[in-house]
């Protein structure tokens, strides 16, 4: 199952978002933490998160995804695209997830891996999409959810 996720305008007041999905064995829900990385402070340059209030351009800002479970039975097969917002532009090299593998798009319908996520430039020519370009990134798990249990990713974005 391939369930997008709507983003309403990033206008820098952001709160949770709860987005019921349909899972083939159980109902799944994905509930979204949007946080910003605070610069890096105190002796150890310890790096810290907060929920995003607001924030600048350059602001890095963690998209973390919980996928739950609440049904009886194991989600299995559970694939969740969501968007890039056009505001951002994905870090390269941070989505990461607990059984998650992360596929990206520059168009919203195809996706690959970054080393596989290919571009036609005007001139004819392909070349490898850079993570800038991303504008989707889709979320396949391996595995199924168990009942009551939940799954995570996360990935990182720069605001423009």
Request: proline residues 9%.
């Given at each position: 199952?391939?369930?997008?996720l709507?983003?309403?305008?990033?206008?820098?007041?952001?709160?949770?978002?709860?987005?019921?999905i349909?899972?083939?064995?159980?109902?799944?829900?994905?509930?979204?933490?949007?946080?910003?990385?605070?610069?890096?402070?105190?002796?150890?340059?310890?790096?810290?998160?907060?929920?995003?209030?607001?924030?600048?351009?350059?602001?890095?800002?963690?998209?973390?995804?919980?996928?739950?479970?609440?049904?009886?039975?194991?989600?299995?097969n559970?694939?969740?695209?969501?968007?890039?917002?056009?505001?951002?532009?994905?870090?390269?090299?941070?989505?990461?997830?607990?059984?998650?593998?992360?596929?990206?798009?520059?168009?919203?319908?195809?996706?690959?891996?970054?080393?596989?996520?290919?571009?036609?430039?005007?001139?004819?020519?392909?070349?490898?999409?850079?993570?800038?370009?991303?504008?989707?990134?889709?979320?396949?798990?391996?595995?199924?959810?168990?009942?009551?249990?939940?799954?995570?990713?996360?990935?990182?974005v720069?605001l423009?």
């Open positions: 199952m391939i369930v997008p709507r983003w309403a305008a990033l206008a820098f007041t952001v709160s949770l978002i709860l987005q019921p349909a899972a083939a064995a159980g109902p799944v829900s994905v509930r979204t933490e949007v946080l910003r990385l605070l610069p890096a402070s105190g002796p150890a340059g310890e790096q810290r998160l907060e929920p995003l209030e607001t924030a600048l351009p350059g602001d890095q800002v963690v998209y973390r995804y919980h996928f739950d479970n609440a049904g009886t039975k194991p989600a299995e559970v694939v969740v695209t969501t968007p890039i917002p056009e505001q951002t532009h994905y870090v390269e090299g941070t989505a990461l997830g607990s059984d998650a593998t992360a596929f990206f798009s520059v168009d919203g319908t195809s996706f690959a891996r970054p080393d596989a996520l290919w571009i036609t430039q005007a001139n004819g020519k392909r070349r490898l999409a850079r993570p800038e370009e991303y504008t989707h990134v889709r979320w396949r798990l391996a595995g199924a959810i168990p009942p009551e249990s939940t799954r995570r990713a996360q990935l990182m720069t423009r």
